[in-house]
């Protein structure tokens, strides 16, 4: 059970987080209501962005708390039109504990040529995982979209592409999901520059994506006998 402190704490978290994505230009603009960020609350809830409103403006008491049927228990304004997707995340991976959509721009790249992004640099695929993968399309908002996004999350990564549409970064809270952003942005923007010189472009090792996998499984699962733990004490 997440106690009024604590929440208090997670929503200006996610207000830190929202100022910072807009004004770097991850949500596509800087005066629009593009993407969203949630983070969960207790076991069965999430705190989410509301849906039309700009993030300069927004404040903690525009933020929905939604139960993973997406029924309101707090908050006076409508939630984001891709709370269902959130919720799709959070029911797939007890371990991920926070969510950031984005609309950034390398990232929006690979989005329209439809095409996933290799392990290129070790340090971020410790942290995304072995290779970004892109989700079919479906309409914004739409179960469809959240069926698309729930497919993928057995691959355990915490970086997707969404064909058409932007990108879904996960943490095991928002600072892990905020950072893994930033990451995928690196990622996404040398690619493209080394796709645009016609040379070969050298994926890792597969000895070092071999470790990068184990060790990746390795911390799920003990972050998972961890949440167990628990929820059991």
Same mark, same amino acid.
């Given at each position: 059970?997440?106690?009024?402190?604590?929440?208090?704490?997670?929503?200006?978290?996610?207000?830190? *987080?929202?100022?910072?994505?807009?004004?770097?230009?991850?949500?596509?603009?800087?005066?629009?209501?593009?993407?969203?960020?949630?983070?969960?609350?207790?076991?069965? /809830?999430?705190?989410?962005?509301?849906?039309?409103?700009?993030?300069?403006?927004?404040?903690?008491?525009?933020? *929905?708390?939604?139960?993973?049927?997406?029924?309101?228990?707090?908050?006076?304004? #409508? %939630?984001?039109?891709?709370?269902?997707?959130?919720?799709?995340?959070?029911?797939? #991976?007890?371990?991920?504990?926070?969510?950031?959509?984005?609309?950034?721009?390398? /990232?929006?790249?690979?989005?329209?040529?439809?095409? %996933?992004?290799?392990?290129?640099?070790?340090?971020?695929?410790?942290?995304?995982?072995?290779?970004?993968?892109?989700?079919?399309?479906?309409?914004?908002?739409?179960?469809?979209?959240?069926?698309?996004?729930?497919?993928?999350?057995?691959?355990?990564?915490?970086?997707?592409?969404?064909?058409?549409?932007?990108?879904?970064?996960?943490?095991?809270?928002? /600072?892990?999901?905020?950072?893994?952003?930033?990451?995928?942005?690196?990622? *996404?923007?040398?690619?493209? *520059?080394?796709?645009?010189?016609?040379?070969?472009?050298?994926?890792?090792?597969?000895?070092? +994506?071999?470790?990068? +996998?184990?060790? +990746?499984?390795?911390? +799920?699962?003990?972050?998972?006998?961890?949440?167990?733990?628990?929820?059991?004490?």
């Amino acid at each position: 059970m997440t106690t009024p402190e604590e929440t208090a704490a997670l929503k200006q978290e996610i207000l830190a *987080c929202n100022g910072w994505l807009s004004s770097h230009g991850y949500f596509g603009t800087l005066r629009g209501t593009g993407g969203n960020v949630s983070v969960r609350s207790g076991d069965d /809830a999430f705190l989410i962005t509301p849906s039309s409103l700009s993030y300069d403006e927004m404040t903690a008491e525009d933020l *929905c708390l939604l139960d993973f049927d997406l029924n309101v228990r707090a908050g006076a304004r #409508r %939630p984001s039109v891709e709370a269902g997707l959130h919720a799709a995340v959070y029911r797939k #991976r007890p371990e991920i504990r926070a969510i950031v959509h984005t609309h950034q721009p390398f /990232a929006s790249v690979f989005a329209l040529i439809n095409r %996933p992004v290799p392990a290129l640099f070790d340090e971020v695929a410790f942290k995304l995982g072995e290779q970004v993968e892109i989700i079919s399309y479906a309409l914004s908002g739409s179960p469809e979209l959240a069926a698309n996004v729930a497919a993928r999350m057995d691959n355990h990564a915490h970086a997707y592409i969404i064909q058409n549409h932007g990108a879904l970064l996960l943490g095991a809270d928002l /600072a892990e999901a905020w950072l893994n952003a930033e990451l995928l942005e690196k990622a *996404c923007q040398v690619y493209a *520059c080394a796709l645009s010189t016609g040379a070969p472009v050298s994926p890792l090792p597969e000895a070092v +994506r071999n470790v990068i +996998r184990d060790t +990746r499984r390795f911390l +799920r699962e003990e972050k998972l006998k961890t949440l167990s733990g628990n929820r059991s004490g």
